[in-house]
């Protein structure tokens, strides 16, 4: 695997010297750039190209929150973990809104750091789709979805898929509902993931309760 290179953009000194001193000593990561604000993250960003953006969400100028939907929104975007002191639900939804990969605690271990930062830069969420899934259950239900027009190049099959994403399911579980094997189900959430312009599994959770297509508190079988 070629190396991750990664941009670490927070507001304190410290922090983004702490960070710098972990990721460094792995090998097959490298640090190209440190940001003190939103705004400069995103120029640092588009100048040094990183594979990851470790973005603080509370930062002057422009926040991490706005700086990663200005870079998510760019052609060949980085992948982005959010990071944070508070562990809300408020904090995680938003961060899912603006698609990014993760969201990390600052006071987690070093070695789950490492182990966040190797997790996005392979393609993968960083979340837990069981821990997605409660937390968009919980706010999605506050405004009248409209179901957006890419939903109609969904086959019957892959709209059944996206339903089981939806609940937080494993590949292998999906399969065992659908009496399917494991490749054909990995080979339908690919496809949803393509038609929709979805990132990750988190984002289809996302999309699946925004638009409609389970409902809170309603079964998605």
Request: charged fraction near 25%; charge should be negative.
């Amino acid at each position: 695997m070629s190396e991750i290179r990664i941009l670490i953009a927070d507001d304190q000194a410290m922090v983004r010297a702490g960070l710098r001193m972990v990721l460094e000593t792995e090998e097959g990561m490298a640090v190209v750039g440190e940001a003190a604000d939103g705004a400069e993250a995103v120029a640092v960003a588009r100048r040094t190209r990183p594979d990851v953006v470790l973005m603080d969400i509370s930062m002057p100028r422009m926040d991490g929150l706005a700086a990663a939907a200005a870079l998510l929104g760019g052609q060949n975007p980085p992948k982005v973990i959010m990071l944070t002191t508070f562990n809300t639900d408020e904090n995680l939804y938003a961060a899912l809104r603006v698609g990014t990969s993760g969201f990390l605690l600052k006071v987690s271990p070093p070695e789950q750091l490492v182990d966040a930062v190797r997790v996005v830069a392979a393609g993968d969420a960083l979340l837990d789709p069981a821990v997605t899934t409660r937390v968009i259950a919980s706010f999605a239900g506050r405004h009248e979805p409209a179901p957006p027009p890419q939903l109609a190049e969904l086959t019957p099959r892959e709209l059944e898929v996206l339903r089981l994403l939806a609940r937080g399911l494993t590949n292998a579980e999906i399969a065992k509902e659908l009496y399917v094997g494991e490749a054909t189900v990995k080979t339908h959430v690919a496809r949803v993931l393509m038609k929709l312009h979805l990132r990750d599994r988190a984002q289809a959770v996302v999309f699946a309760y925004e638009s409609g297509v389970v409902r809170p508190g309603a079964s998605a079988a």
